[in-house]
């Protein structure tokens, strides 16, 4: 009898060593579209060194800050600018002292691959010819930053009257560039990462820094974030490893 039990005491220790350990839940982030081609390879790299998950949704800035503050399930939130990390602090959706500048980036404009257009100088004449009877594809000037960005550009290089009847706007920067990728729109303003990331489509002219505010992209962690896996992607993001992948992709790391 005693065999019999010691037999089905370790058959049950075999048992249950054989189970899987419950996974844990993977950390999910909230994201500029501008961040996809880099956020991808980061979160791939993140998991091959960690075997944690991360899931990640994209879009607008702002939109995403307005769904945190609604209450939507997150852990962390990058933004491509200030002013929507501002918003989603003001709504109580970040834990304040986990917020840092992490990236800075570059605003061009940009053509089509076939296009015969090489170089475009930044005055009215020569891009209401490039654009002819065309469309300028960007953001949204008042909520997508990229759309900010690219309106005080213009305003500023006194552009803005010359371009405003061409503007087709976007609700993120990659539906912008899609659009040019496709030969949709003769002329498009994106980030520089955007540019480098879309074979489709080149760089005619870069806007001098000057001429709008720095493009910063804050993170943070949600103010419900409990997951350990968040806090732990986010170090890894700050980390050379992770601070190389975005180096790679064209951004500016920031300390």
Request: hydrophobic fraction near 55%; glycine fraction near 6%; aromatic fraction near 8%.
């Amino acid at each position: 009898m005693r065999f019999w039990r010691f037999v089905l005491a370790l058959a049950l220790i075999v048992m249950t060593a054989a189970q899987p350990a419950e996974a844990q839940a993977p950390a999910i982030v909230f994201a500029a579209a501008s961040l996809k081609t880099a956020l991808d390879e980061a979160a791939t790299a993140f998991h091959d060194k960690s075997g944690l998950d991360v899931k990640i949704s994209y879009g607008g800035s702002l939109a995403l800050a307005r769904q945190l503050a609604q209450g939507a399930p997150a852990d962390i939130f990058v933004s491509a600018d200030e002013d929507s990390m501002d918003e989603a602090a003001k709504g109580k959706a970040i834990k304040l002292e986990s917020r840092i500048d992490f990236l800075a980036n570059m605003l061009v404009v940009v053509a089509n691959k076939t296009s015969p257009l090489q170089a475009l100088p930044l005055n009215a004449a020569d891009v209401k010819a490039a654009l002819g009877a065309g469309k300028l594809a960007t953001g949204e000037v008042n909520s997508v930053p990229v759309g900010k960005y690219a309106k005080e550009a213009l305003v500023n290089l006194q552009l803005w009257d010359a371009v405003a009847p061409h503007l087709a706007m976007t609700d993120n920067v990659r539906a912008a560039l899609a659009f040019v990728a496709r030969g949709e729109a003769p002329l498009g303003i994106v980030y520089a990462t955007d540019a480098a990331a879309e074979p489709a489509v080149k760089v005619v002219a870069a806007f001098p820094a000057s001429s709008h505010k720095p493009i910063v992209y804050p993170v943070a962690l949600t103010a419900t974030s409990v997951n350990p896996a968040a806090a732990k992607f986010l170090d890894f993001l700050r980390s050379p490893a992770g601070r190389a992948i975005f180096e790679r992709q064209g951004f500016k790391t920031l300390s």
